[in-house]
């Protein structure tokens, strides 16, 4: 059973940097991929990016190309996503989630870390 | 990106009611359509995949169906424990995914 958890909340400045990891456990770290996902307060969800982890190559949305980093530490069986420029609007709930893939390229997102809230504040 | 729209954006329903939130694309997406619930101050938690397919562990008064652009998702008879808000995800477009807006269930 895949086991997600997310480090804790975080209160930043605009103009500043967060790091938030997420630990896997319980299967085959480098056959998965995870995906970053945000929910802003009273919104929905909306995906950053991911990173195939065989590959070791990450993936951006347009929104956030500039502004995020996905990385993984095969070590510790570690996921980090950086978000760089801090906004006021980047005030939200990060989750990341497995990506799971089925025989015939169905693809679905489980299970879920339980989500690292992120507070831009001066 | 593929747009998904939701509707309705909010629904009151009394236990005991059927349920229907449907879900529309921009573009066909075949099958590749999945429902999430979720509940205040929690992750997102699958309850359908593949437009149909029901997670492991659901309820199966759960149930999904449709294709191309239109599909569904049924609660055949509410439970105090469905009051929450819905998503679902296309996953056609990989590796942009996208969500619907949600729809929130809430207690008549």
């Known amino acids: 059973q895949v086991q997600l958890v997310q480090s804790g909340a975080e209160v930043k400045k605009p103009g500043s940097s967060v790091k938030v990891s997420c630990k896997a456990s319980?299967?085959?770290?480098?056959?998965?991929?995870i995906n970053w996902v945000r929910q802003a307060p009273g919104q929905g969800l909306e995906r950053m990016g991911g990173?195939?982890?065989?590959?070791?190559?990450?993936n951006y949305a347009q929104k956030f190309q500039d502004r995020v980093r996905i990385t993984a530490d095969d070590s510790t069986s570690t996921v980090y996503m950086e978000l760089s420029r801090l906004r006021f609007e980047d005030t939200a709930v990060y989750f990341c989630?497995?990506?799971?893939?089925?025989?015939?390229?169905?693809?679905?997102?489980?299970?879920w870390g339980q989500g690292t809230q992120v507070i831009v504040s001066s | 990106d593929i747009q998904v729209t939701q509707s309705p954006s909010s629904l009151s329903a009394s236990v005991g009611d059927r349920v229907t939130v449907t879900c529309r694309a921009s573009?066909?997406?075949?099958?590749?359509l999945n429902w999430y619930q979720q509940k205040p101050g929690k992750a997102p938690r699958l309850l359908i995949y593949?437009?149909?397919s029901l997670q492991s562990g659901v309820p199966s008064r759960f149930s999904g169906s449709g294709s191309g652009t239109d599909f569904t998702l049924t609660i055949s008879s509410l439970q105090p424990e469905d009051f929450a808000t819905y998503f679902c995800?296309?996953?056609?477009?990989?590796?942009?995914?996208?969500f619907g807006q949600g729809t929130k269930l809430e207690l008549k």
């Open positions: 319980g299967g085959t770290f480098r056959s998965y991929t």
């Open positions: 995800q296309q996953t056609f477009s990989t590796p942009m995914y996208t």
């Open positions: 573009q066909s997406i075949d099958y590749y």
């Open positions: 990173i195939i982890l065989m590959l070791g190559t990450a």
């Open positions: 593949a437009a149909s």
């Open positions: 989630t497995r990506e799971a893939v089925s025989g015939n390229y169905v693809r679905w997102y489980d299970p």
